[in-house]
Each structure stands twice: as C-alpha cells, then as structure tokens.
C-alpha cells in the first residue's frame, strides 16, 4: 500500500482540463518538494515536474503541479490523446526515504 | 548531460542475490547535493523505491526490504551498486537507478526464475 496517496484513474475528453491529486502527509508533502511522472507503456518514467511545480525543458506548459498542504495535485490542460499514460507522483519524506503514489491511469476518451 | 545507465544479468534464480551496477555519465557522482538510488516496477505495478545512498556511502533503505539489500557507492567509478539477496518471484521488476529524485536510468528487466 502507497503512503502517498492517488486516484486510480482518471479521464477526460481531448481539449478539456484533468487534475489528478496526490495526498500525504506533514512528513513528506507537508515539508518536502513534490515530483510528478509520465509513464507510457513499456517506457521508464518521465519527469514532468519537480519541486513541486518547476517544468523541466522540454515538457509543454500544459502539464503544472502545485501543492497545497499535505496534497498536490498535476493539472493538464488542453488535453491530447498522446497524454494517455500513467503518472506517478513522489516525495521525499523527513526521514530521508522516498515514496511514491500508487499511480493514476488516465484515459483520454 | 546527466545520463544513469544499470548493468547486470536479467535472470537471477531463486534463492541467490541480484546485483547491479548503475554508472553515471555526464556529472559526478560525488555531487555533494543529490542522493542516488534504486526504483523497481514489478509487471503491471506501481514504483516502489527501494533504497538511496550519498556519495559518502550514507545509506537509506525501504524497511520492507532492509534486511536484503546493501547499496553501495564507488566513487572512483563514478557508480552505484545494488545486491537483493534471497531472491523470489515477487523481485521480478523493471529496477532503475535515479539521481533521485529527477534524473533516471532507462531501466533494467530482471526476471527471478530457475
């Protein structure tokens, strides 16, 4: 069972917008930087955003991460049918562990 | 360019101990500021991070698995290592190495089989 905390899935129609949150707790989410992952199939995940709301370059300003709290939550926006993935949320907890989310499945319908 | 790439066999049989090496290009692996560790996906599963380890050897590890992984650093190689010992079915994964938490490996498929 993830600590963190993910809807199973998710689903949205091309052009509209799609949150998926995360939930933890004050020891991980509530003092650390949240990091959100693409996984397409048979790939390793991809980076979309890092402390907590940063972009690496490359990724569309579609995709933004915020946090409010003990939660964060991934927004994509104007969604396309090549966003059909998985994504993964992650933080790093006070005592120096790691955990991730148990994953979200977002289907573009 | 950082880049993370794993080595190691991709069948370990039952009972014996997966190991595997990340080497790191692109930077230095005794960067004082990040932490490096291991991510597995098992088939058809989630991410579960197992371990982390600073270029001074600190080590950090999942509790559910402590008591079977060592990781280890050599800085001289600019890699990381990982050993699983007692190995079953349920350690077949996807591993990846991760300068954590923004800068992976492509990964690694390890099958536990006889």
């Known amino acids: 069972q993830s600590v963190l905390t993910q809807p199973p899935s998710a689903s949205g129609t091309p052009g509209q917008r799609v949150t998926i949150s995360c939930s933890g707790g004050s020891s991980n989410i509530g003092s650390n930087y949240v990091y959100w992952y693409q996984q397409l199939p048979g790939t390793a995940p991809k980076l979309l955003i890092y402390r907590s709301n940063q972009r690496p370059s490359g990724v569309p300003d579609r995709f933004s991460g915020s946090k409010s709290g003990t939660s964060a939550s991934l927004a994509i926006s104007g969604l396309r049918s090549e966003d059909e993935a998985d994504y993964y949320c992650?933080?790093?907890?006070?005592?120096?562990?790691?955990?991730f989310g148990g994953g979200t499945k977002l289907t573009v319908l | 360019q950082l880049q993370l790439q794993e080595s190691g066999p991709g069948q370990v049989k039952p009972s014996e101990t997966l190991s595997l090496t990340c080497t790191v290009s692109g930077g230095s692996i005794s960067n004082s500021i990040y932490y490096w560790g291991w991510i597995r996906q098992p088939p058809g599963k989630g991410l579960e991070w197992l371990g982390s380890?600073?270029?001074?050897?600190?080590?950090y590890y999942n509790p559910s698995l402590q008591s079977r992984l060592t990781i280890s650093v050599d800085t001289s190689k600019n890699q990381f290592s990982l050993k699983l010992s007692s190995v079953a079915a349920a350690d077949t994964a996807v591993y990846y190495c991760?300068?954590?938490?923004?800068?992976w490996g492509q990964g690694t498929t390890v099958t536990v089989s006889s």
């Open positions: 991760a300068r954590l938490l923004e800068v």
């Open positions: 380890i600073y270029y001074t050897g600190i080590t």
């Open positions: 992650a933080a790093w907890d006070d005592s120096l562990s790691v955990l």
